[in-house]
């Protein structure tokens, strides 16, 4: 349980050696690079963000190269995949393929263009369909659009709007103007509102003609007709095919790229951390022959990096304390239990300067509480061996989701003992099972006896044991904070603050013990207590009370504020009341999750014995404790940060530490096997 | 008149169940609401806003609780009904009440505390920790209510 001491180190180098040394720290991952507060004389920062922005643009062009990529031959994604972790490289492998860095981004760079091409020849593709489709009324024209007519004859191709007839329109002409003769009149084609028609008359009479059928809507046609539709739709159909093709064609060539998408990520890693390092690069000051760089490393690893780096370049390498006034970036080590909820830490925060770890006391209390709220030893068993394949089968996982899964193997070994100490196998399944299809006598209690007793059947005494184990997780929590007083030397801080209310604290509780309210909420005989007890407790409270009274004010000079003060931090004492009040969500929650089991269980065995019966009460079975499992998870999760966020921290623990993020390879697809020949 | 008392006890079952559930429905209406809004944006933060959208589901679960006992305490589901005077059936119901109008007060607050959360995550997702914590803070009522509901259940001698 420990945040790790860090060092400073502080390097100076030679300038040409600035990107070996960078890479060789990058490579290693335990610095953190500090940003220079001061100007120091002959130095000067070199802005590195041209550099950068191009590093960035390369590593974002593999990024889109590999999206198109997924696009047109999708890589099968596991579900599991978020668990498998990146794709381990062999470092040789990245460095061939960081050398031929040009060649792979022009790849990428063909990949995105094929795309492209592909994109215009679509829109292409649709500008000629919707051609076609406005061809289509014509389509029984078997002329050209704009054919002028013969010598004596003209033509006028057009449509009109409303639902028109042919012996309309002859109608209409024989009305306005019957002089006309010889006019043929071919409906090509109808819609609802509109008809397409081509009309031949005499030359002379084509103007008239025209004049009576635009009166009535006749519009020629709005697109240049030069051919014959049908031919015109045939050419165009054709264009479409030839896109078609080259659309195949870029898709196959971008398929052919399909084989390089390992390079791609790996040439995207690379760009990524080269831009990082270039971002690193220009936080440094430079002279003209030197460099400087400054950061935190955790003292255990700093005998390595001198090593490494003084092994490989000419530097001077100096490492110092972290001077008091400057906060050092948070890194924790724990063991293999209780680092497993660190990440329920840095939910929180981390430990701000000079506050403990509470990692590992509070990886025990986790544990023991979540498996209580849920308290069903199958649940736990399903829970512990779930998580414990996961574990087995994804071993290079990212590390904060492992943690994670293992925190809930361990929640999951705590809820199966908690089960069968209180009795609960899926709730009350075995009993069901054994009278609904089997037709034995339950006896009372189960089949299988809870080891310690049932909850539901004795509610009090639960909720007795919730606060119980509730007030030692508050009373450790006021520990640690009297340990992190005296580890201080504030002596009088922790006598004041710490050990007077633990006299209080305990003088309160013995004086509770022997009354009449607890014998009745905990069903015992208060004569057992000796008589000294109560007695004490009056003492210690009295003691503890006084002590408080005059004591917590002390940084007031005023007697009277102090004494207000006093009075005021005793008020407190109801803060405590209502924090050991809420570890009665132990209680609550185990019940819930017992109770919709056998809920649950009474549903599914509602059908009876028979086949049926058996069909149905699997059917609801599974279905009803995944839901049951899932919520109370959820709940039991939610609630045991609750205690310990809450309750528990609030004795002793504020948070607020920065993390430590080290210069390292940030990458987004592969992880790089480093070589052990160091 | 003599099933007068059977009448009010599961009367109270009903209330646990329904008020509770109402108020679950209610604030899961809410959050639900809100995490939509989320996942139209990011569909990544799909996991952490359905959590968020659950947290007000709980009071409905404690009234389902709480009706399941009462209907096993008065002997209806295992047969063999008791046959409770007025009063008994009185206080039952009585019993019943905390968790039904807590669990539908303290549904729709969280619901809207969730919805708020729901925001944090938006923003902040790294900040889920702290966010989960603000809506489980009003669960505590709920909490409080099932606890004094089942300790008066179980607690009623007939």
């Not at chain 1, 002329?143 to 012996?167: H, K, N, R, W, Y």
């Not at chain 1, 009309?199 to 084509?206: A, I, M, R």
């Not at chain 2, 005077?85 to 669990?103: F, H, K, N, R, Y």
Request: aromatic residues 10%; proline residues 3%.
């Amino acid at each position: 349980m420990a945040v790790l001491q860090m060092q400073k180190v502080s390097i100076c180098a030679l300038k040409k050696d600035r990107k070996a040394i960078l890479e060789k720290i990058q490579s290693m991952g335990v610095m953190e690079i500090s940003r220079f507060e001061s100007e120091e004389e002959g130095f000067q920062t070199v802005n590195t963000q041209e550099d950068r922005s191009a590093f960035e643009k390369n590593a974002a062009l593999a990024d889109t190269a590999l999206n198109i990529l997924q696009e047109y031959v999708p890589e099968k994604v596991s579900m599991f995949a978020s668990l498998e972790g990146k794709d381990l490289i062999e470092k040789s492998k990245y460095l061939e393929t960081a050398h031929r860095e040009k060649e792979v981004l022009d790849m990428a760079a063909q990949v995105v263009k094929l795309h492209k091409q592909t994109a215009e020849c679509k829109a292409n593709v649709q500008k000629l369909e919707n051609q076609i489709e406005t061809l289509r009324p014509w389509m029984n024209l078997d002329i050209p659009g704009d054919f002028q007519g013969t010598e004596t004859a003209a033509v006028l191709i057009g449509s009109m709007s409303g639902s028109l007839t042919l012996e309309d329109i002859y109608s209409l002409i024989l009305e306005q103007a019957p002089e006309v003769s010889g006019v043929d009149i071919s409906i090509l084609s109808s819609e609802r509102d509109t008809v397409y028609l081509a009309v031949v008359c005499l030359k002379k009479d084509v103007e008239k003609v025209e004049e009576i059928l635009r009166q009535s809507g006749f519009a020629r046609p709005s697109q240049s007709m030069s051919k014959i539709p049908a031919r015109e739709k045939e050419d165009l159909q054709q264009q479409i095919t030839v896109l078609q093709q080259e659309m195949e064609e870029c898709g196959n060539k971008i398929a052919s790229y399909a084989s390089e998408r390992e390079k791609f990520k790996l040439i995207s890693d690379y760009f990524r951390a080269r831009a990082e390092k270039y971002q690193i690069l220009g936080q440094l000051p430079q002279s003209k022959k030197t460099f400087l760089a400054e950061g935190y490393v955790p003292a255990k690893a700093v005998p390595a990096l001198e090593k490494a780096l003084n092994a490989d370049f000419d530097l001077s390498f100096e490492t110092e304390e972290i001077p008091e006034e400057e906060e050092m970036p948070v890194l924790l080590e724990n063991n293999g239990f209780s680092e497993s909820v660190e990440g329920v830490l840095e939910s929180y925060g981390l430990p701000k300067k000079g506050e403990i770890d509470p990692t590992m006391l509070m990886s025990f209390f986790y544990v023991f509480f979540f498996g209580l709220m849920l308290s069903d030893a199958a649940y736990g068993l399903v829970m512990f061996l779930g998580c414990f394949v996961i574990l087995k089968k994804f071993p290079r996982m990212e590390q904060s989701l492992k943690k994670s899964i293992k925190m809930f193997m361990y929640c999951g070994v705590s809820t199966l003992i908690w089960g069968i100490l209180f009795g609960g196998y899926f709730g009350d399944a075995i009993d069901v099972v054994a009278r609904t299809f089997f037709h034995v006598e339950v006896p009372e209690g189960g089949l299988v006896k809870a080891l310690w007793f049932v909850p539901l059947n004795e509610p009090m005494r639960m909720l007795m044991y919730s606060m119980a184990f509730g007030l030692i997780h508050l009373f450790v929590g006021l520990g640690i904070k009297g340990y992190m007083l005296l580890r201080d030397k504030k002596v009088l801080d922790f006598f004041c603050d710490v050990v007077l209310w633990y006299v209080f604290l305990i003088g309160l509780l013995l004086l509770l013990l022997p009354s009449s309210i607890f014998a009745s909420i905990a069903q015992v005989d208060p004569s057992i207590f000796p008589p000294f007890v109560g007695s004490a407790g009056k003492i210690l409270a009295i003691a503890g009370a006084l002590g408080l009274l005059f004591m917590s004010g002390r940084s007031s000079k005023n007697f009277g504020l102090r004494l207000a003060l006093g009075a005021y931090d005793i008020y407190n004492v109801t803060g405590w009341l209502s924090d050991v009040l809420s570890y009665s969500r132990l209680l609550a929650l185990g019940l819930a999750t017992g109770v919709i089991a056998s809920v649950i269980n009474q549903m599914g065995s509602m059908m009876g014995d028979g086949v049926l019966g058996v069909v149905v009460f699997l059917v609801v079975f599974v279905f009803g404790h995944t839901f049951n499992m899932a919520i109370n998870i959820l709940g039991a999760y939610v609630h045991t940060n609750r205690l310990q966020f809450v309750e528990f921290f609030g004795k002793f623990y504020e948070g607020g530490g920065k993390a430590f993020h080290p210069f390292k390879f940030n990458t987004k697809y592969v992880d790089i096997k480093e070589e052990k020949s160091l | 008149m003599s099933h007068l008392g059977i009448v009010y006890a599961l009367l109270g079952a009903a209330l646990a169940v329904f008020l509770a559930g109402a108020g679950s429905a209610i604030g899961v209406g809410i959050a639900g609401q809100a995490a939509s809004g989320v996942v139209s944006e990011d569909p990544s933060k799909f996991a952490k806003v359905l959590i968020m959208q659950l947290l007000p589901g709980t009071q409905g679960i404690y009234g389902l609780l709480v009706g399941f006992i009462t209907l096993s305490k008065i002997g209806l589901l295992g047969g063999g009904m008791l046959e409770l005077t007025p009063q008994q059936g009185l206080l039952v119901l009585a019993a019943c009440l905390p968790i039904g109008i807590v669990g539908l007060i303290s549904g729709k607050s969280q619901g809207k505390t969730s919805a708020a959360a729901i925001g944090i995550v938006a923003k902040k997702p790294e900040q889920f920790g702290k966010a989960m914590l603000f809506p489980a803070m009003v669960e505590t009522y709920a909490i409080l209510a099932l606890l004094i509901s089942i300790l008066a259940v179980t607690n009623l001698q007939f």
